[in-house]
């Protein structure tokens, strides 16, 4: 069954998509039949730019905004507020997040996704970007942003940290420290080095070790890999077998900036969430 946690979420969230109708600029390097259908349902949400190089002019039903560096044209758009808002879409996205950040002086992002699996329990993962979470100092910092980001929506955090290690191989090979067996130990120390952190924080925080279904399965509503490069791993093998990344943001800025993979073709309640977000912004 769906887990009974987002309620109060998709509750105000329904509420929240009435309150109006933002400006949305979305990234398209090209015209992809799959993604321009998805992005016509969200029209419903939302007012639909699409921001893109010469391949997408001929595009029909859309305001089209044509740019030789499109990264920068939709980055220049959110900071100088053309727009309420951006997804970022099939453009690049370290390229597009650095510009926004250079012509804000905005610091810090942390990406926040949250997914839906085919049996539609919905959770938060975090980190899932190759390059992110590598030190546990981040991934606690990341987790508690999250955490206090989903407190404002009336969701008490339920935190799933993960390691390589199960507690009883831990327990007979924790004198291990090279090669690949003390890499797995050094992951099942920082899990509980982050924790024991977030517990002293007030959050509920357990160590599942290697048990991310039953962590679901038990209504965590964030859930902490070892790394960025495990949790883009896990979103992708998601999507494979059938769920859903629903909305993605980078949490940390003054403006609603929607982050997605690049390898999604529907777009629709990414649109729906981030006009949802704007519109919760704006109250």
């Given at each position: 069954?769906?887990?009974?946690?987002?309620?109060i979420f998709?509750?105000?969230?329904?509420?929240?998509?009435?309150?109006?109708?933002?400006?949305?600029?979305?990234?398209?390097?090209?015209?992809?039949k799959e993604?321009?259908?998805?992005?016509?349902?969200?029209?419903?949400?939302?007012?639909?730019?699409?921001?893109?190089?010469?391949?997408?002019?001929?595009?029909?039903?859309?305001?089209?905004?044509?740019?030789?560096?499109?990264?920068?044209?939709?980055?220049?758009?959110?900071?100088?507020?053309?727009?309420?808002?951006?997804?970022?879409?099939?453009?690049?996205?370290?390229?597009?997040?650095?510009?926004?950040?250079?012509?804000?002086?905005?610091?810090?992002?942390?990406?926040?996704?949250?997914?839906?699996?085919?049996?539609?329990?919905?959770?938060?993962?975090?980190?899932?970007?190759?390059?992110?979470g590598w030190?546990?100092?981040?991934?606690?910092?990341?987790?508690?942003?999250?955490?206090?980001?989903?407190?404002?929506?009336?969701?008490?955090?339920?935190?799933?940290?993960?390691?390589?290690?199960?507690?009883?191989?831990?327990?007979?090979?924790?004198?291990?420290?090279?090669?690949?067996?003390?890499?797995?130990?050094?992951?099942?120390?920082?899990?509980?080095?982050?924790?024991?952190?977030?517990?002293?924080?007030?959050?509920?925080?357990?160590?599942?070790?290697?048990?991310?279904?039953?962590?679901?399965?038990?209504?965590?509503?964030?859930?902490?890999?070892?790394?960025?490069?495990?949790?883009?791993?896990?979103?992708?093998?998601?999507?494979?077998?059938?769920?859903?990344?629903?909305?993605?943001?980078?949490?940390?800025?003054?403006?609603?900036?929607?982050?997605?993979?690049?390898?999604?073709?529907?777009?629709?309640?990414?649109?729906?969430?981030?006009?949802?977000?704007?519109?919760?912004?704006?109250?």
């Amino acid at each position: 069954m769906p887990n009974e946690t987002f309620q109060i979420f998709d509750k105000k969230a329904e509420k929240l998509i009435k309150l109006g109708r933002p400006k949305i600029a979305f990234g398209l390097s090209k015209a992809n039949k799959e993604i321009l259908e998805s992005l016509k349902r969200g029209k419903k949400y939302a007012d639909i730019v699409l921001v893109g190089p010469k391949e997408i002019k001929n595009v029909k039903g859309f305001d089209v905004v044509i740019s030789n560096n499109p990264e920068a044209r939709i980055a220049s758009m959110l900071a100088y507020d053309e727009v309420n808002g951006i997804i970022r879409g099939t453009l690049d996205d370290l390229k597009t997040t650095g510009i926004y950040q250079k012509l804000t002086g905005e610091k810090g992002a942390v990406s926040l996704g949250l997914f839906k699996d085919p049996s539609g329990h919905k959770f938060f993962l975090n980190p899932i970007g190759n390059a992110d979470g590598w030190q546990k100092e981040e991934r606690f910092s990341d987790t508690k942003k999250i955490a206090e980001f989903i407190r404002k929506w009336g969701i008490e955090p339920k935190i799933a940290v993960f390691t390589g290690r199960r507690h009883e191989t831990y327990t007979r090979k924790k004198n291990i420290k090279k090669g690949i067996e003390g890499i797995l130990n050094k992951t099942y120390e920082e899990a509980e080095w982050i924790v024991k952190n977030l517990k002293e924080k007030g959050y509920e925080a357990e160590n599942w070790t290697i048990d991310l279904n039953p962590a679901v399965e038990a209504d965590c509503n964030i859930l902490v890999p070892t790394n960025g490069m495990v949790g883009n791993q896990i979103f992708r093998v998601l999507l494979f077998c059938g769920g859903k990344v629903l909305f993605g943001l980078r949490l940390g800025l003054s403006r609603c900036y929607g982050d997605n993979s690049r390898t999604e073709k529907d777009f629709e309640s990414h649109i729906k969430y981030l006009a949802i977000t704007i519109n919760k912004n704006r109250q």
